[in-house]
């Protein structure tokens, strides 16, 4: 990192520390599964203005923009009118289905090309970079609790654009920090869906829920994971890939029963699955990490039962 971006942040903490203003923060993703607990998070602190592509869902109670990932000039035009402290690239392709429906040529546009404007202008603006990576961009075969030094091998498609996104942000941005998120869980707002919602609903319902016994992740709740980020603005630490996960390596099996034994559900709705019996789902079976430099830093998850 230059001299010259080193004394504008100084500066900048410096100024935001006399409560002049707030940072200006860009949200990229802002109606998504995490997106909209960062909207809520970060709106209690910064100056932020969050961004949709196809829903506002809680977007409309901040200032928001709708923004086209897939169209660069949108992207600058949004950068420039901003003028934002700080980015978090949260928005894109957010999953493997998805990109799998979207297709290699669209997915790579959506989440690298778009990465590559974004971590240029942040560049040239003297802006920071956080950017929302995964926990798919290693392969699942190396063991349990891996570092930020693991062999990175994706599976998919979705993890192959995430990795080669990251390597546009290390490239092009001179002020970063790459955010590899574990699994996320939780109550997913204004209609936003992920396996605990579908689990928690089926088993309200009395119905079967098939949970994988045979991957591991060390899962995040989606406020804590809000919440975690948000803290993480305030740490002066930058050019750093990060394991953001939570403490625990479980299986969806195991966070279900925990479900199940907190709020008294019956425990004969959950189904044991393998990968293998999935048809056409590409297996990863241990992408749990290590999460050292994370608590170093002076960020901590909550404890898994604490916030189930």
């Not at 590559?116 to 802006?127: E, V």
Request: glycine share 6%; with cysteine.
């Amino acid at each position: 990192m230059c001299k010259c971006s080193q004394n504008y942040w100084r500066i900048k903490a410096d100024y935001i520390g006399e409560n002049l203003s707030p940072l200006k923060v860009l949200l990229t993703g802002g109606s998504g599964l995490l997106g909209q607990y960062l909207n809520i998070s970060l709106s209690s602190k910064y100056e932020l203005i969050t961004t949709y592509y196809s829903e506002k869902r809680n977007c409309i109670n901040y200032n928001y923009r709708k923004l086209n990932l897939e169209n660069n000039s949108e992207i600058i035009r949004l950068f420039n009118e901003i003028k934002p402290d700080i980015v978090i690239h949260a928005g894109g392709v957010s999953n493997s289905n998805i990109a799998d429906e979207l297709g290699k040529e669209l997915t790579y546009k959506i989440n690298v090309e778009a990465a590559k404007i974004i971590s240029d202008l942040c560049n040239q603006n003297n802006t920071k970079l956080i950017y929302i990576s995964t926990d798919l961009v290693y392969d699942g075969e190396q063991g349990e609790f891996l570092t930020e030094s693991a062999e990175l091998n994706p599976e998919t498609v979705y993890a192959e654009s995430k990795l080669a996104a990251e390597f546009e942000v290390q490239k092009l941005s001179s002020n970063y920090l790459i955010l590899r998120m574990a699994l996320m869980f939780g109550n997913g707002l204004n209609g936003s869906q992920n396996f605990f919602t579908f689990m928690i609903n089926n088993l309200k319902n009395q119905k079967p829920v098939k949970l994988f016994v045979d991957q591991y992740r060390t899962p995040l709740e989606l406020s804590d994971s809000a919440r975690m980020i948000t803290e993480l603005l305030d740490k002066k630490i930058t050019n750093e890939i990060i394991n953001f996960g939570g403490r625990e390596r479980i299986s969806r099996f195991e966070l279900g029963e925990l479900v199940c034994n907190k709020y008294n559900f019956d425990p004969s709705y959950l189904i044991k699955t393998k990968m293998s019996e999935i048809p056409n789902y590409t297996a990863v079976a241990d992408v749990s990490m290590n999460t050292d430099k994370l608590s170093k830093i002076g960020i901590k998850s909550s404890k898994l039962l604490s916030v189930l």
